[in-house]
């Protein structure tokens, strides 16, 4: 089993739809909850970041983690073209010293207008 | 403006040629990493480094190298033995325990031809 399982995929929804992007985990020892997007040819970029479960809220975004079923999405309300990219959550366990992160396969998503 | 660097941004390699990807960042981060990314398969850890003159082999290192000499560069080499070498690559670095994430660099495209 992987460490982290993301839906795959790929997703096509119209502009303005609410798109909900899923990942699972394994590990209870994951504490640190990113998702990154990535346009197509580019680096990911770092869109949400959390520690606890709950929700939490940057514009049209919300990053939810549930940690006692081992669950993240990212909501992403009145879905636009420019969320046209590929979505990928990230977890890792944290600590002082050295920490790696751990990726979902990551969701291609498509916002046709 | 603080960041990484990658270049080339295409690179195109002959059958039984040595390549290196240059990785320089100036966001005074100790540890760094490089990955494979393919269609389909999520992003791939290659090797990773925590400090200068240190660095470890991640889940696909056969076929490459990398060093570290300076705390700002981590070049990676894709040797003749790596049988598949197209793939996008990606280079990123973080704080001490990457509690925040990771910030990539935008990526170079290998090719063989």
């Known amino acids: 089993q992987k460490e982290v399982e993301q839906d795959p995929g790929p997703l096509s929804v119209p502009e303005g739809a609410i798109v909900s992007l899923n990942c699972t985990y394994s590990?209870?020892?994951?504490?640190?909850f990113m998702w990154y997007r990535q346009y197509s040819r580019k680096g990911p970029e770092l869109l949400m970041y959390?520690?606890?479960?709950g929700n939490k809220e940057d514009g049209r975004f919300t990053a939810q983690v549930d940690k006692s079923s081992k669950y993240i999405s990212l909501f992403i309300r009145d879905s636009q073209p420019s969320d046209s990219a590929t979505y990928l959550c990230?977890?890792?366990?944290?600590?002082?010293?050295?920490?790696?992160?751990?990726f979902g396969q990551g969701t291609i998503l498509t916002v046709h207008p | 403006d603080g960041g990484i660097t990658q270049s080339p941004k295409y690179l195109f390699r002959k059958e039984g040629q040595n390549v290196t990807l240059s990785c320089e960042q100036n966001?005074?981060?100790?540890?760094m990493y490089w990955y494979r990314q393919d269609p389909g398969q999520g992003l791939r850890l290659i090797y990773y480094s925590q400090i200068v003159n240190d660095f470890q082999k991640g889940d696909i290192a056969e076929g490459y190298s990398v060093s570290r000499e300076k705390k700002e560069s981590f070049p990676l080499t894709v040797t003749s033995a790596q049988k598949n070498p197209t793939a996008f690559y990606l280079c990123?670095?973080?704080?001490?325990?990457?509690?925040?994430?990771?910030?990539f660099g935008s990526g170079t495209r290998l090719t063989v031809v």
């Open positions: 966001l005074n981060h100790d540890a």
């Open positions: 590990n209870s020892a994951f504490q640190y």
């Open positions: 959390t520690y606890s479960s």
């Open positions: 990230a977890v890792n366990a944290g600590g002082t010293s050295y920490g790696k992160l751990t």
């Open positions: 990123a670095s973080s704080n001490p325990g990457a509690r925040y994430g990771y910030t």
